[in-house]
């Protein structure tokens, strides 16, 4: 098994249970209200992880720097990203969000398109009918589910539609930017010093955003003190554990086709979070409420199935030369 596709499929692991957190800290904390104001928190968070992986870069790699429109790049990256998950976090404040994963289909196409107009990359053959399959996995979830579900408030699915958009854009900007870099200073540790630029700019965008909302000012104190600072502790877990998915994703997407890791991702994200739904909600009911019924498992079987063929297609795309 390729080492890209090793990645990916922890990173994602890693991603299904970030949202879980995601999920508990607006459920719980913020109770649905204003949940955006985390980015409070989350401006001096990204600013500081984004200085210690320039630290570790100037350490293994000093006085090795890429040029100054790929450093403006990467910044740009993070801020749009950060900008992205605004919207995510403002989606989950609004009723009736839990049908938010229809568009969660959507990721592999934009990266498909984007991938071509700004990255050259195509996708042909096999490659398209393993993209395919993948896609095919949350489709029929989507199916499945039932109509109540499927009814969100038209500013949530406009506000998640704009998420959809602009986070394949970041990541991107992102592969873009640290292509070049990876030739410019000619080492490995390239992507430690994308990964650090990248979160400088989500720390400025989450930090500006801050200055500018004082209802993010004042939702954010309340929960501070509500919760007795008890908060810091789902926050900062959330934020290693995303750190790892988000680093894992983009290295991978250096590797392959970004079109391919995102079906990939999201395949595999999705089958994952319904086992930590089913599990966390019998440990844990307030983290997991996964519905336990058979139209749903039936769904995700149905949906496990057809994510291992598509993997096992990337994976090896020849697999089927023999008979034909």
Same mark, same amino acid.
């Given at each position: 098994m390729e080492f890209w596709l090793i990645l990916t499929i922890a990173a994602s692991i890693a991603g299904s249970l970030s949202a879980f957190f995601d999920n508990y800290i607006t459920d719980v904390y913020f109770k649905g209200r204003n949940p955006a104001a985390q980015k409070v928190f989350g401006g001096p968070i990204n600013l500081v992880v984004g200085i210690i992986f320039l630290a570790i870069y100037c350490i293994i790699s000093p006085a090795v720097f890429p040029p100054a429109f790929n450093v403006f790049l990467l910044i740009i990256s993070g801020m749009i990203s950060s900008l992205a998950t605004m919207f995510y976090y403002?989606?989950?404040?609004?009723?009736d969000t839990t049908g938010a994963i229809i568009?969660?289909?959507l990721y592999p196409i934009f990266y498909l398109i984007m991938g071509f107009l700004f990255l050259g990359e195509k996708i042909v053959g096999m490659q398209l009918v393993a993209f395919l399959f993948l896609m095919a996995a949350p489709l029929t979830i989507l199916l499945f589910t039932g109509k109540r579900r499927k009814k969100m408030e038209y500013r949530a699915a406009l506000l998640l539609l704009i998420n959809v958009i602009?986070?394949?854009?970041?990541?991107?900007?992102?592969?873009?930017?640290?292509?070049?870099?990876?030739?410019?200073?000619?080492?490995?540790?390239s992507i430690v010093l994308a990964m650090g630029l990248l979160f400088i700019g989500k720390g400025i965008f989450d930090i500006t955003a801050s200055i500018l909302s004082k209802k993010w000012r004042r939702r954010a104190?309340?929960?501070?003190?509500?919760?007795?600072?008890? =908060?810091? /502790?789902? !926050?900062? =877990?959330? /934020?290693? !554990?995303?750190?790892?998915?988000?680093?894992?994703?983009?290295?991978?997407?250096?590797s392959e086709?970004?079109?391919?890791v995102s079906?990939?991702?999201l395949a595999v994200e999705l089958l994952a979070t319904f086992i930590f739904g089913l599990v966390f909600t019998i440990l844990w009911p307030r983290f997991g409420r996964?519905?336990?019924?058979?139209?749903?498992?039936a769904a995700h079987f149905i949906a496990t199935i057809l994510a291992i063929i598509g993997i096992i297609l990337v994976e090896k795309p020849d697999i089927l030369s023999g008979i034909w």
């Open positions: 403002m989606a989950l404040g609004s009723e568009f969660c289909q602009l986070s394949p854009l970041a990541a991107i900007i992102f592969v873009f930017a640290e292509r070049d870099i990876q030739w410019s200073v000619d080492n490995d540790y104190k309340r929960v501070l003190l509500e919760s007795k600072m008890r =908060i810091f /502790v789902p !926050i900062l =877990i959330n /934020v290693v !554990i995303w750190l790892f998915a988000d680093y894992g994703i983009r290295k991978a997407m250096l086709q970004v079109a391919i079906a990939v991702n996964e519905k336990l019924n058979k139209r749903t498992v």
